[in-house]
Structures are given as structure tokens and as C-alpha cells.
């Protein structure tokens, strides 16, 4: 298997997602008494009765031979912000700064998966046009904790009720099939806001698969530790890609690797 998806219980997304799948079969594995269900030939999913950004260290529950595989752990999500956005997102795990307010640890960043987020990147930015919804990154900000590469992919809904169905129906067939570019240059994007809309237009555009995302914002309390951890887990990265030269400047990236710039990857 290549990806487990986690649907979490108490999320509106990933239960929505689940009951647009409909019945799977199961694989014959369990995890905390749970059947492990096969998805497709490249995917399972994985039921989960806690909240995914407090589900600490999931990956090392899954069975040794799923595990060893090293699978790519991807968690559907409603996405929460402050000003109700409705959007699709994908993100990395992990928080670069002194602070953990929604799960992992202060300054500690999760392996990811630069390849799978540029496809599903993507895919649900070909899907949403007739939606009328944004389609974006985000800049990495929470967890759970994890050894195994991961990512988040999220629909806000705003003040709605619950996420629109034809969004729902997007991201659940966008799960079945995750099919990254192999021209792909994964690389660590530095600068920017939180939704990185420099790297997402870049990223859709050319080729270029962003791991994790320092917003402009973390910069201000970003150690070195955090920010060659940072770039050691996007893939590992090719480079890093900055969104304005103003960002190089940043003590705590000196040395961390060779600048990219905008056109140097093909387009898609």
C-alpha cells in the first residue's frame, strides 16, 4: 500500500468522504480493534475514533508489515480559520515554531509527501472551477506527531452546515487515486502568507512539489534546528524556493541548501 487515509471519527469531512465510499471490503488487518478497509490498489483507510490532530504518533499502531512499507498517512479535514474561508487546502504536519496549539510538538515538523500534495494540489484545483471554490496549500502549522511521511487535505465550508456535497464527492475520488508527476522537484518553500498563494500558482503551473511551507509569519521564531528539519523532510528537497529575496536573508536558513528559482522545473 502506498497511502492509508485516516478517517477520523468526529471530523465532518472525513465522515462525509466515508459514507461517499460506501461499503469496503476489508483488508484482514485491524488497528485498535478497527478493520483496516481497502480502498484501491494503492490505498486503505483507516477508522479512527479520535480527533486526527491530537491522534499522536497513529502511523506506529499500524501493522508491521503496513508500516515498514512506509505508506504515506493522509488525513481528509474540515479546515477551520478565523474568517469562515470556504476553500480546499493540502498541507504538510508539523509546527516550525515555539508553540503547538493544535497538536505535535513545538518545533518538530512530520516527514511528507511533496509528490502526493502537488497531485492532489492538482487534481482538486481541476475539479473545483465549476465549483467556484479556492484551492490552495497552506503553510505548515499543526499535527499530530508522526515518523511516517503525511499530509492534511480539507474543505471549508464557512457557516454552512456541513461541506457542500460536490466537494465531498471531489476529494473522496481524488483519494482513490493518488498519481504524482515523476518530474516532480520536491523542494522546502520559505516566505509568503499562510495559504502560500505564490507557491500554490507555482506549483500548478510547473513542476515543482512543495514539502513543507515556513510562512513569512514563522520566520520570526524559526531556529536553524527547526529549519533543517524542515528541509531534510520535504522529500528530501531539491532546494528551497523563496517567495521574495527579502525572506534568504533569514539567519536560521544560512546553509540550508541551493536557492531554486521560479523556472528552473518544467512546466506542467
Given at each position: 500500500m502506498t497511502f492509508v487515509i485516516v478517517v477520523s471519527a468526529p471530523d465532518p469531512v472525513a465522515s462525509a468522504v466515508r459514507d461517499c465510499w460506501g461499503p469496503l471490503p476489508a483488508s484482514g488487518d485491524h488497528v485498535d480493534g478497527a478493520a483496516i478497509r481497502r480502498l484501491s490498489a494503492s490505498a486503505v483507510v483507516l477508522p479512527r475514533a479520535a480527533l486526527h490532530i491530537h491522534d499522536e504518533r497513529v502511523d506506529l499502531r499500524l501493522p508491521p508489515s503496513l508500516r515498514n512499507a512506509r505508506p504515506t498517512l493522509v488525513f481528509p479535514s474540515i479546515h477551520r480559520s478565523a474568517q469562515n474561508i470556504a476553500c480546499l487546502t493540502v498541507h504538510p504536519l508539523g509546527n516550525v515554531g515555539p508553540r503547538a496549539e493544535a497538536g505535535g510538538s513545538p518545533r518538530t515538523v512530520c516527514p511528507t509527501d511533496p509528490g502526493a500534495m502537488a497531485a492532489l494540489l492538482s487534481r482538486l484545483k481541476e475539479g473545483a472551477v465549476?465549483?467556484?471554490?479556492?484551492?490552495?496549500?497552506?503553510?505548515?502549522?499543526?499535527?499530530?506527531?508522526?515518523?511516517?511521511?503525511?499530509?492534511?487535505?480539507?474543505?471549508?465550508?464557512?457557516?454552512?452546515?456541513?461541506?457542500?456535497?460536490?466537494?465531498?464527492?471531489?476529494?473522496?475520488?481524488?483519494?482513490?487515486?493518488?498519481?504524482?508527476?515523476?518530474?516532480?522537484?520536491?523542494?522546502?518553500?520559505?516566505?509568503?502568507?499562510?495559504?502560500?498563494?505564490?507557491?500554490?500558482?507555482?506549483?500548478?503551473?510547473?513542476?515543482?512539489?512543495?514539502?513543507?511551507?515556513?510562512?513569512?509569519?514563522?520566520?520570526?521564531?524559526?531556529?536553524?534546528?527547526?529549519?533543517?528539519?524542515?528541509?531534510?523532510?520535504?522529500?528530501?528537497?531539491?532546494?528551497?524556493l523563496f517567495a521574495r529575496a527579502q525572506d534568504a536573508s533569514t539567519a536560521a536558513l544560512a546553509g540550508l541548501g541551493e536557492r531554486r528559482r521560479d523556472g528552473e522545473a518544467p512546466v506542467r
Open positions: 465549476p465549483l467556484g471554490l479556492p484551492v490552495t496549500y497552506e503553510a505548515t502549522h499543526h499535527g499530530p506527531a508522526l515518523e511516517l511521511p503525511s499530509l492534511f487535505v480539507e474543505i471549508g465550508f464557512g457557516t454552512a452546515a456541513g461541506p457542500p456535497p460536490e466537494a465531498v464527492r471531489l476529494l473522496s475520488e481524488a483519494l482513490r487515486e493518488i498519481v504524482p508527476d515523476a518530474r516532480d522537484r520536491p523542494v522546502l518553500g520559505v516566505g509568503g502568507g499562510h495559504y502560500a498563494p505564490h507557491f500554490t500558482e507555482l506549483a500548478l503551473r510547473r513542476c515543482w512539489a512543495f514539502g513543507h511551507l515556513i510562512s513569512r509569519h514563522a520566520l520570526e521564531t524559526l531556529d536553524a534546528t527547526t529549519a533543517r528539519a524542515a528541509y531534510e523532510a520535504s522529500g528530501p528537497a531539491d532546494g528551497v
